[in-house]
């Protein structure tokens, strides 16, 4: 049984013409919102013809976030950060800020100072997801997989770090919980039927212990504007259930989404303070996955 697989792992590349110019412009929006090594894997994963190149931002201040801008060019994608050479926590002494004001070694200081920023910033992304890299853990796949099984993925705690995981936007809760099941009974005979062990139509409800995984949004849409129903049902398929197969558990998957029918309104033209407000509807439940996880094909 494998671990869970990296998510930019399957993430198909941008696609050309609008689209791509609409992802590019809505990741330089939420650039400082991202963690780092998610959004290294997303710009991998989207914009794979396109080089990664990292600089430090100029700065005497410290800065709230460490992604300061996402910047597209044709050939590559520029990350700023908050962090390096140049940032307010540079190692380099104070006397380099007067060297890089020198209208002759300043600029040339600059460009080789950015190449050593890049090679450490570089090394720095990649350590925050090393699992990911080849050259800083060798075969990821095995030892993800060891690391997967000995963690017992059936259990709450195991399945809690996966789907956070998996869903970091969404609230996550997994609990132990009962679930009926159909089993295959004997068929019931007259006068050969054993009550409690044969059932009509060869099939039998009994109560098995289950675990719910229960996902909450406040939002029905994601920031790229898809439905977080079909949204949470792709990654519960392309991530989940196949690092859970073969895992002997039975799970339910549930979606709760509190904005699609849960708002209260005001009712008609009147005065605030003075019109009750109508009952919200429950919000909306919707069971994305309920059974065993299916085997992998071999």
């Not at 989207?46 to 800065?63: G, I, K, V, Y």
């Not at 997801?129 to 990821?140: D, G, Y």
């Not at 054993?194 to 994601?222: C, F």
């Amino acid at each position: 049984m494998d671990g869970p697989a990296p998510l930019s792992s399957e993430m198909p590349p941008a696609p050309p013409g609008a689209g791509r110019v609409a992802l590019e412009e809505a990741i330089s929006r939420a650039a400082p919102a991202f963690e780092l090594p998610a959004l290294v894997a997303l710009l991998r994963a989207r914009f794979p013809d396109r080089t990664l190149r990292f600089r430090s931002h100029p700065s005497l201040a410290f800065e709230p976030t460490l992604v300061r801008a996402v910047e597209f060019f044709g050939d590559h994608v520029t990350v700023t950060l908050n962090l390096g050479l140049r940032a307010v926590t540079t190692p380099l002494p104070s006397y380099f800020q007067e060297l890089f004001a020198h209208p002759q070694a300043g600029p040339a200081l600059e460009g080789i100072l950015a190449l050593a920023d890049h090679r450490l910033l570089t090394d720095h992304a990649d350590s925050r997801a090393p699992v990911e890299q080849e050259r800083l853990v060798p075969c990821p796949r095995s030892l993800r997989s060891s690391a997967f099984t000995l963690a017992r993925p059936s259990s709450p705690i195991t399945l809690g770090w996966l789907f956070r995981k998996v869903y970091p936007e969404l609230e996550v809760s997994v609990r132990r919980a009962g679930h009926e099941r159909r089993l295959p009974a004997p068929d019931a005979r007259i006068g050969q039927a054993t009550l409690g062990i044969s059932a009509l139509g060869g099939e039998a409800e009994v109560s098995v212990p289950g675990i719910d995984a229960i996902l909450v949004t406040d939002a029905s849409r994601t920031w790229t504007n898809e439905p977080w129903t079909r949204e949470a049902r792709a990654r519960l398929l392309d991530h989940v259930l196949p690092a859970l197969s073969g895992a002997a558990v039975h799970l339910r998957v549930l979606l709760v989404d509190h904005e699609a029918s849960g708002k209260l309104i005001v009712r008609g033209p009147g005065e605030l303070g003075w019109d009750p407000l109508a009952k919200s509807r429950p919000s909306e439940i919707h069971t994305l996955f309920e059974g065993r996880p299916p085997e992998r094909p071999t």
